[in-house]
């Protein structure tokens, strides 16, 4: 595996064709590492990106903590069989100067973590762009934990015309349901025993919209659950179009449950398909 921490190093390393690309924070678990799989099965030659990127982390967010390590990350990365690794610093991917946004507007990005945290999307599609005009993948892949980064990636994709295929693949989670994340490792022994609220919100959100309730029954179901871990605030618990993440007043095929919040250590996000 080839490490580039430039731009002309990874311009000098990339193939004319046939790449996947894999773009992280870093940090890595089993989640990321089930990204590298599918691309390395789907593509002739695989990119990993590891960048925290400062333009998507809000004030009194955790940029400065963010996990970071990496070496561990690379060991990983070339036992997955991966091809090159770019790992830049802040400056190179925004040089001096730099003063471009790239924003997604409507629903995607106002509702939910848009709600929560603003000029989030903002900056997530913005070094995604530049990552993706940078390595010219044929196609990307991005875990549905984050689901709405998902469709607001795919939507970036469709208005700018980006050659390329953006691919979801399904969230890998704990023997308790805790879908896997970087900031996991915030949690304490006590809380991360708690942490598998939010699947298990999900799951009794999803097993009242299969036995015929309603979406507001649906919806009490997952609060009555929340409720057991007080620890536990809230940003939002809600059933979603799960192609516009719209609120829903009616089920619908493929809706989608959405939580997030709030423990004493860390935020949390999860999501299921709540009505297949």
């Known amino acids: ?61 955790d940029y400065h903590r963010y996990p970071r390590d990496l070496d561990r990350d690379a060991a990983l990365l070339e036992e ?42 903002q900056g997530v599609a913005t070094v995604v762009a530049r990552l993706f005009l940078l390595v010219g993948p044929e196609r990307a892949y991005f875990g549905e934990k984050d689901y709405q980064q998902l469709l607001v990636i795919r939507k970036m994709v469709r208005d700018l015309g980006f050659p ?6 399904p969230t890998v989670r704990e023997e308790d349901g805790l879908a896997l994340s970087s900031r996991n490792v915030y949690l304490s022994p006590e809380t991360r025993k708690k942490a598998s609220v939010l699947y298990r919100a999900l799951m009794a959100m999803r097993e009242a919209a299969l036995s015929g309730g309603s979406v507001a029954q649906a919806l009490e179901a997952g609060e009555r659950v929340l ?50």
Do not use: C
Not at 5 to 15: F, G, N, Q, S, Y
Not at 164 to 169: A, I, N, P, S
């Open 1 to 61: 595996m080839k490490l580039a921490r430039t731009v002309a190093e990874l311009k000098a390393a990339l193939p004319r064709e046939g790449v996947g690309f894999v773009p992280t924070m870093g940090y890595l678990h089993r989640g990321h590492l089930a990204l590298v799989e599918r691309a390395r099965r789907e593509n002739a030659f695989v990119v990993v990106s590891i960048f925290v990127n400062p333009l998507q982390f809000g004030p009194g967010e």
């Open 164 to 169: 390329l295929e953006v691919v979801g693949v």
């Open 227 to 276: 409720g057991e871990v007080p620890e536990f605030r809230p940003d939002y618990l809600a059933i979603v179009h799960p192609d516009t993440l719209l609120p829903l007043s009616r089920l619908v095929p493929g809706a989608r449950g959405l939580v997030a919040g709030r423990f004493p250590e860390a935020r949390l996000i999860d999501n299921l398909e709540v009505y297949p």
């Open 80 to 121: 997955a069989g991966v091809d090159l690794l770019f790992a830049p610093e802040v400056a190179e991917m925004y040089p001096k100067g730099f003063a471009t946004r790239v924003q997604v507007e409507g629903p995607l990005t106002a509702l939910w973590e848009g709600e929560v945290r603003p000029g989030h999307f």
